[in-house]
């Protein structure tokens, strides 16, 4: 690993002063820097004084510079105020290096050993703040994939910001490319990786991979616990159990029942049973802070998989559309189906805007500020996908009109839904841009 010295000047765009080394990682070192020919304001991407700069030891390692540009690509996407700034870079020369935000608290990590556990709402700021840089990221098709204490940045107001892309991958990563070599081997970070990070047998990764590095976080960090030395605290669903560590008021008997629900259903060892996207849970806990509670499971799961064989069966025979007919008949696709009754609400603005509703049989009314402005009744259509895929605020209401059968998604099921079906993915976006350029105002549906 080579150490750059203290007054080293690196040229990109502008020129900066290396003033000493932070930290050091497998690839390279990140330094304090000043930057000396901005106008230190900070704005429109224009470094202020005071930067980090993170450098490859070698800038000839493939596998180092593929990490580099893959943080580099990442930063350039997912632009928000929970994730550090990005103001420059070079891949040229002896030193390629990445300029971005400079953070003088340090990392949760290391800030442990003087502030010790966080409290309540320390706790739920860190669950916010990392949620919101997630969402921000998911919405550009990226996982982190390495949520961990260490990669948690302090910006001194009390808040957090989560840093260090250098393993992200686009979402619905196949698990081929770890397998392959084409990204780093020691993906995550033991303790803080999701269980089917670590499963030889797990053939991808989405969304609720990332969201199980946010609950080990939080729970490291309410409790006072560094899970990546304390493996014995880590349990397994081999074992019988459903959440991959001990509920937090087992340990912490202060800890308020909503902060551990949300927190543990992030926990879940099934991937399949965590929540479908960072907006998701980051709408909850909104809804928490906001004073109105929230019910230990989305109104949206109630209708979903309840109906009875016979009834599902006679829809199955009632599609027209043989793509559709041959999904909806493959083993387990019956978790998905929902059946509403004339008069019901199917979906609304809230929680449920981040659930996407695919059309099988019947009609939709769709209702803006009590009015009815468009009737949905096309096999296959989607309903909410924008909303989903997005975060938009949903301002419409799904109604139905007689008896509707749905498919239910959330945002990481809708995901793996449209990749794994290109077939479907062309047609729920043509269907989308035929309804912008053609339709009736939805208003974010």
Request: with cysteine; glycine share 10%.
């Given at each position: 690993?080579?150490?750059?010295?203290?007054?080293?000047?690196?040229?990109?765009?502008?020129?900066?002063?290396?003033?000493?080394?932070?930290?050091?990682?497998?690839?390279?070192?990140?330094?304090?820097?000043?930057?000396?020919?901005?106008?230190?304001?900070?704005?429109?991407?224009?470094?202020?004084?005071?930067?980090?700069?993170?450098?490859?030891?070698?800038?000839?390692?493939?596998?180092?510079?593929?990490?580099?540009?893959?943080?580099?690509?990442?930063?350039?996407?997912?632009?928000?105020?929970?994730?550090?700034?990005?103001?420059?870079?070079?891949?040229?020369g002896?030193?390629?290096?990445?300029?971005?935000?400079?953070?003088?608290?340090?990392?949760?990590?290391?800030?442990?050993?003087?502030?010790?556990?966080?409290?309540?709402?320390?706790?739920?700021?860190?669950?916010?703040?990392?949620?919101?840089?997630?969402?921000?990221?998911?919405?550009?098709?990226?996982?982190?994939?390495d949520?961990?204490?260490?990669?948690?940045?302090?910006?001194?107001?009390?808040?957090?910001?989560?840093t260090?892309?250098?393993?992200?991958?686009?979402?619905?990563?196949?698990?081929?490319?770890l397998?392959?070599?084409?990204?780093?081997?020691?993906?995550?970070?033991?303790g803080?990786?999701?269980?089917?990070?670590?499963?030889?047998?797990?053939?991808?990764?989405?969304?609720?991979?990332?969201?199980?590095?946010?609950?080990?976080?939080?729970?490291?960090?309410?409790?006072?616990?560094?899970?990546?030395?304390?493996?014995?605290?880590?349990?397994?669903?081999?074992?019988?159990?459903i959440?991959?560590?001990?509920?937090?008021?087992d340990?912490?008997?202060?800890c308020?029942?909503?902060?551990?629900?949300?927190?543990?259903?992030?926990?879940?060892?099934?991937?399949?049973?965590?929540?479908?996207?960072?907006?998701?849970?980051?709408?909850?806990?909104?809804?928490?802070?906001?004073?109105?509670?929230?019910?230990?499971?989305?109104?949206?799961?109630?209708?979903?998989?309840?109906?009875?064989?016979?009834?599902?069966?006679?829809?199955?025979?009632?599609?027209v559309?043989?793509?559709?007919?041959?999904?909806?008949?493959?083993?387990?696709?019956?978790?998905?189906?929902?059946?509403?009754?004339?008069?019901?609400?199917?979906?609304?603005?809230?929680?449920?805007s981040?659930?996407?509703?695919?059309?099988?049989?019947?009609?939709?009314?769709?209702?803006?500020?009590?009015?009815l402005?468009?009737?949905?009744?096309?096999?296959?259509?989607?309903?909410?996908?924008?909303?989903?895929?997005?975060?938009?605020?949903?301002?419409?209401?799904?109604?139905?009109?007689?008896?509707?059968?749905?498919?239910?998604?959330?945002?990481?099921?809708?995901?793996?839904?449209?990749?794994?079906?290109?077939?479907?993915?062309?047609?729920?976006?043509?269907?989308?841009?035929?309804?912008?350029?053609?339709?009736?105002?939805?208003?974010?549906?």
């Amino acid at each position: 690993m080579i150490a750059l010295d203290a007054g080293t000047v690196l040229t990109a765009r502008h020129r900066y002063r290396l003033v000493r080394r932070l930290g050091h990682g497998s690839f390279g070192s990140v330094y304090q820097a000043q930057c000396l020919d901005g106008d230190g304001s900070g704005r429109d991407d224009t470094p202020p004084r005071d930067v980090a700069i993170k450098v490859l030891g070698s800038a000839e390692h493939p596998e180092a510079m593929t990490t580099m540009k893959r943080e580099l690509a990442a930063l350039r996407r997912a632009r928000h105020s929970r994730i550090p700034t990005l103001y420059d870079w070079s891949l040229e020369g002896a030193f390629a290096f990445v300029v971005m935000a400079y953070y003088p608290a340090g990392s949760l990590a290391d800030a442990w050993p003087l502030v010790g556990r966080l409290d309540i709402d320390q706790t739920w700021r860190l669950v916010s703040d990392l949620l919101s840089a997630l969402a921000a990221a998911h919405q550009a098709s990226i996982l982190h994939l390495d949520v961990k204490p260490s990669n948690v940045l302090l910006d001194g107001h009390g808040g957090f910001a989560l840093t260090d892309f250098g393993v992200a991958h686009t979402s619905l990563m196949s698990k081929g490319l770890l397998l392959q070599g084409q990204i780093p081997i020691g993906l995550g970070t033991h303790g803080y990786r999701a269980p089917e990070q670590a499963d030889p047998n797990t053939r991808a990764f989405d969304l609720r991979t990332d969201l199980w590095g946010v609950g080990a976080t939080a729970w490291a960090a309410f409790t006072g616990i560094d899970l990546n030395q304390r493996k014995d605290v880590l349990r397994r669903s081999e074992d019988g159990c459903i959440y991959g560590l001990q509920c937090l008021s087992d340990v912490h008997l202060a800890c308020p029942p909503p902060l551990e629900e949300v927190v543990m259903g992030l926990l879940v060892l099934d991937p399949a049973r965590r929540p479908g996207g960072a907006a998701e849970v980051l709408s909850r806990v909104k809804a928490i802070a906001a004073g109105y509670g929230m019910d230990s499971q989305p109104a949206v799961a109630a209708n979903r998989g309840q109906a009875t064989q016979g009834e599902i069966q006679l829809m199955l025979d009632s599609l027209v559309d043989p793509l559709w007919a041959a999904i909806c008949r493959a083993p387990g696709f019956d978790r998905y189906f929902a059946k509403y009754e004339d008069g019901e609400v199917i979906a609304g603005p809230g929680d449920r805007s981040h659930h996407t509703h695919m059309l099988l049989s019947g009609r939709i009314q769709i209702e803006s500020k009590g009015t009815l402005v468009d009737v949905e009744k096309e096999e296959g259509a989607f309903l909410g996908a924008i909303c989903t895929l997005t975060g938009a605020e949903r301002r419409v209401v799904l109604r139905a009109d007689g008896t509707v059968w749905v498919c239910v998604f959330n945002e990481a099921e809708l995901e793996q839904f449209a990749t794994c079906n290109p077939s479907v993915a062309v047609r729920m976006l043509r269907g989308m841009a035929q309804r912008i350029a053609t339709g009736p105002k939805r208003h974010s549906d």
